[in-house]
């Protein structure tokens, strides 16, 4: 069977090797573009590395760890945001032979130490002097890390209370690494020839909802085979340009690394979120991959600025966003049903005219040719989905886990459907147990948690299948959809099942001006809702209202805010099932976020954590209660 069939089959034993037969096919095309910021305050520049140049700064990163003793399989952290130093400075512990761990760089100091503990990471990358920061404070803690080197480093950073040279600046490690290479120019070449299938590649801890992150040992096999398997369903091109803002500490955003080294597409990197808007019409990409927070801000935004524009034009933006879903829903139908995506003659008409009106300026926002949009880590209502599918901008749900190195299902281009995570990538098997929970087998599964025997034997069968904990269906034709977590299921105290993130999807496509919102209900006899505003767009619309200057926390007490949002709970209840409809709602006094422990870095909600925070509010709206 040829490598066309079978994508999977005779790939390299490691990512190392991927980098390097990448650097070797086309060592002169572009690798990575990345911003470098004006000094004075104007736009950023943005450079570039060619695979050549990439692979010169990956060489001397690796020489250096050898020069520092890093030996086989021994771990380095990164804590960074996601910048193409990141991206070359895994590549170079990997192709030394060791094993990167992950650390978000929201990650506080208590739990950065944990984690690099539980790691028994050697050596420590850290992006600035505020990563250092916490390692300095907590080194009595850390007798294994022996050095850490500053990405961001002055002399004043990389000395200030070091005088045994703990504190390396990266710039100090890369000349430490060309000196090694000049005594020992095979180094790096031999190191990496010398990798195993088998070895760790990865800890990367999960963020959680509860309790401490566990550490999930990632093989370099899983990342050889993501890379090929993502090459496999021929969703990426050679051509593309990717805008990678992900965090590279999720392993969404690490898949997407060992796809393009086989692909050999472009990464423009900025890990800046605030930097999104700005950065689409410059780069101009033709693909990114986002979690469905990001889509919600642009549709509310895009929602917000026709409502702020005049009646007339926020009449016509509602229209032209019924008939985008609409013709999304009849296309994708009839392709289903018949091969071919065709709409009538009359929707079709009104297409063509909210695309002149409408839709041209959107996908304008997006750089004006992009050619897809990934979302994943969290379920997308299906009603943003249908919206921008039918302006023309395709989003593909995929669907993973950290468990199995985060790329096992994605939609194909061509024949993409809202509301399904798509279909397996190649070389992966799945099945739907009895209860319904989705389980997978196949070479990207972890090789366990680190230092938690039991608990990787909760999860992972001898026999290779990974218990993911969603719950699923899947289409006799191959697409899976992912209906709910299996602990987020509830019961209420009348017996019924409530599938909580499907209701918070739905509520998020109505109401533009939500964040975040979490139904509650278990043991209860009602559904309740915790709903948080997004800041800008509410503040917008309080300003309109005569509530002009006003804090956040004035805004959502005010009785008009609670008014309006209350008109969008009852669009919601009027689609439920009566079992399912929200009875009573609080608003809360801010927004959730990462800072706070009350959102994951990837941005899921940490439902214990907020149920805990606001047990006040949530006994306030069933104190004394009986509705049905």
């Given at each position: 069977?040829?490598?066309?069939?079978?994508?999977?089959?005779?790939?390299?034993?490691?990512?190392?090797?991927?980098?390097?037969?990448?650097?070797?096919?086309?060592?002169?095309?572009?690798?990575?573009?990345?911003?470098?910021?004006?000094?004075?305050?104007?736009?950023?520049?943005?450079?570039?590395?060619?695979?050549a140049?990439?692979?010169d700064r990956?060489?001397?990163?690796?020489?250096?760890?050898?020069?520092?003793?890093?030996?086989?399989?021994?771990?380095?952290?990164?804590?960074?945001?996601?910048?193409?130093?990141?991206?070359?400075?895994?590549?170079?512990?990997?192709?030394?032979?060791?094993?990167?761990?992950?650390?978000?760089?929201?990650?506080?100091?208590?739990?950065?130490?944990?984690?690099?503990?539980?790691?028994?990471?050697?050596?420590?990358?850290?992006?600035?002097?505020?990563?250092?920061?916490?390692?300095?404070?907590r080194?009595?803690?850390?007798?294994?890390?022996?050095?850490v080197?500053?990405?961001?480093?002055?002399?004043?950073?990389?000395?200030?209370?070091?005088?045994?040279?703990?504190?390396?600046s990266?710039?100090?490690?890369?000349?430490?690494?060309?000196?090694?290479?000049?005594?020992?120019?095979?180094s790096?070449?031999?190191s990496?020839?010398?990798?195993?299938?088998?070895?760790?590649?990865?800890?990367?801890?999960?963020?959680?909802?509860?309790?401490?992150?566990?550490?999930?040992?990632?093989?370099?096999?899983a990342?050889?085979?993501?890379?090929?398997?993502?090459?496999?369903?021929?969703?990426?091109?050679?051509?593309?340009?990717?805008?990678?803002?992900?965090?590279?500490?999720?392993?969404?955003?690490?898949?997407?690394?060992?796809?393009?080294?086989?692909?050999?597409?472009?990464?423009?990197?900025?890990?800046?979120?605030?930097?999104?808007?700005?950065?689409?019409?410059?780069?101009?990409?033709?693909?990114?991959?986002?979690?469905?927070?990001?889509?919600?801000?642009?549709?509310?935004?895009?929602?917000?600025?026709?409502?702020?524009?005049?009646?007339a034009?926020y009449?016509?933006?509602?229209?032209?966003?019924?008939v985008?879903?609409?013709?999304?829903?009849?296309?994708?139908?009839?392709?289903?049903r018949?091969?071919?995506a065709q709409?009538?003659?009359?929707?079709?008409?009104?297409?063509?005219?909210?695309?002149?009106?409408?839709?041209?300026k959107?996908?304008?926002?997006?750089?004006g040719r992009?050619?897809?949009?990934?979302?994943?880590?969290?379920?997308?209502?299906p009603?943003?989905g249908?919206f921008?599918?039918?302006?023309?901008?395709?989003?593909?749900?995929?669907?993973?886990?950290?468990?199995?190195?985060?790329?096992?299902?994605?939609?194909?281009?061509?024949?993409?459907?809202?509301g399904?995570?798509?279909?397996?990538?190649?070389?992966?098997?799945?099945?739907?147990?009895?209860?319904?929970?989705?389980?997978?087998?196949?070479?990207?599964?972890?090789?366990?948690?680190h230092?938690?025997?039991?608990?990787?034997a909760?999860?992972?069968?001898?026999?290779?299948?990974l218990?993911?904990?969603?719950?699923?269906e899947l289409?006799?034709?191959?697409?899976?959809?992912?209906?709910?977590?299996?602990?987020?299921l509830?019961?209420?105290?009348?017996?019924?099942y409530?599938?909580?993130?499907?209701?918070?999807?739905?509520?998020?496509?109505?109401?533009?001006?939500?964040?975040?919102?979490?139904?509650?209900?278990?043991?209860?006899?009602?559904?309740?809702?915790?709903?948080?505003?997004?800041?800008?767009?509410?503040?917008?619309?309080?300003?309109?209202?005569?509530?002009?200057?006003?804090?956040?926390?004035?805004?959502?007490?005010?009785?008009?805010?609670?008014?309006?949002v209350?008109?969008?709970?009852?669009?919601?209840?009027?689609?439920?099932q009566?079992?399912?409809?929200?009875?009573?709602?609080?608003?809360?006094?801010?927004?959730?976020?990462?800072?706070?422990g009350?959102?994951?870095?990837s941005?899921k909600?940490?439902?214990?954590?907020?149920?805990?925070?606001?047990?006040?509010?949530?006994?306030?709206?069933?104190?004394?209660?009986?509705?049905?």
């Amino acid at each position: 069977m040829s490598d066309k069939q079978n994508p999977i089959e005779n790939r390299p034993p490691s990512m190392a090797h991927l980098f390097l037969e990448r650097v070797e096919a086309t060592p002169e095309k572009e690798a990575y573009r990345y911003p470098v910021p004006s000094r004075d305050g104007g736009p950023d520049e943005w450079r570039s590395y060619n695979w050549a140049e990439a692979a010169d700064r990956v060489h001397a990163v690796a020489a250096g760890l050898m020069a520092l003793g890093l030996r086989s399989e021994e771990r380095v952290a990164i804590a960074s945001n996601t910048r193409v130093d990141w991206i070359l400075c895994d590549l170079g512990v990997l192709c030394a032979g060791g094993a990167t761990t992950t650390i978000y760089p929201q990650t506080n100091e208590e739990e950065a130490a944990f984690i690099l503990g539980d790691s028994d990471s050697r050596v420590l990358i850290a992006e600035d002097a505020s990563q250092l920061a916490k390692v300095r404070a907590r080194r009595g803690e850390l007798p294994g890390l022996a050095h850490v080197v500053v990405i961001e480093a002055d002399d004043a950073v990389a000395v200030a209370g070091d005088p045994e040279g703990w504190v390396l600046s990266l710039e100090d490690l890369l000349g430490r690494g060309r000196r090694h290479l000049a005594d020992h120019p095979a180094s790096v070449r031999d190191s990496v020839a010398s990798l195993a299938p088998d070895q760790l590649a990865t800890l990367i801890y999960t963020s959680g909802t509860t309790g401490r992150p566990k550490g999930v040992r990632l093989r370099h096999d899983a990342w050889s085979y993501m890379g090929h398997a993502i090459d496999g369903v021929h969703l990426l091109r050679a051509d593309d340009i990717q805008y990678l803002w992900l965090p590279l500490a999720h392993v969404f955003g690490k898949a997407l690394l060992a796809g393009q080294l086989k692909v050999g597409h472009v990464a423009a990197v900025d890990g800046r979120v605030d930097k999104i808007v700005e950065n689409l019409p410059v780069v101009r990409p033709t693909y990114m991959a986002a979690v469905p927070r990001i889509f919600e801000k642009v549709y509310n935004g895009a929602a917000n600025k026709a409502k702020d524009a005049g009646g007339a034009k926020y009449k016509i933006f509602l229209w032209a966003a019924g008939v985008a879903k609409e013709y999304a829903r009849v296309t994708q139908d009839n392709l289903r049903r018949t091969g071919t995506a065709q709409a009538p003659t009359g929707l079709r008409l009104k297409h063509a005219v909210a695309d002149r009106l409408v839709y041209t300026k959107l996908r304008e926002r997006f750089g004006g040719r992009m050619r897809g949009c990934i979302s994943g880590s969290a379920a997308l209502a299906p009603e943003i989905g249908y919206f921008f599918s039918g302006a023309g901008i395709h989003i593909l749900e995929g669907y993973g886990l950290t468990e199995s190195s985060a790329a096992n299902f994605v939609n194909p281009m061509e024949a993409y459907r809202t509301g399904t995570v798509g279909k397996a990538l190649p070389g992966l098997e799945v099945r739907i147990a009895e209860d319904g929970e989705v389980l997978l087998r196949g070479p990207g599964v972890m090789e366990g948690y680190h230092n938690l025997p039991d608990r990787t034997a909760e999860v992972l069968e001898e026999d290779g299948w990974l218990h993911t904990g969603d719950i699923g269906e899947l289409s006799d034709d191959g697409y899976l959809r992912i209906t709910d977590r299996k602990k987020d299921l509830f019961k209420t105290s009348g017996g019924k099942y409530i599938a909580p993130t499907a209701i918070e999807g739905r509520f998020k496509a109505v109401c533009p001006y939500v964040s975040n919102v979490l139904v509650i209900g278990a043991s209860r006899n009602f559904c309740s809702a915790l709903i948080a505003l997004d800041e800008p767009s509410i503040s917008a619309w309080a300003a309109e209202n005569g509530m002009a200057g006003g804090s956040y926390e004035e805004i959502v007490t005010d009785p008009r805010t609670v008014a309006m949002v209350d008109g969008y709970v009852s669009q919601l209840n009027a689609g439920l099932q009566k079992w399912q409809t929200i009875k009573q709602f609080r608003l809360l006094p801010r927004d959730l976020d990462v800072e706070h422990g009350e959102l994951t870095a990837s941005l899921k909600l940490k439902r214990p954590v907020v149920e805990r925070e606001y047990r006040d509010l949530i006994d306030g709206m069933y104190e004394g209660s009986r509705a049905a």
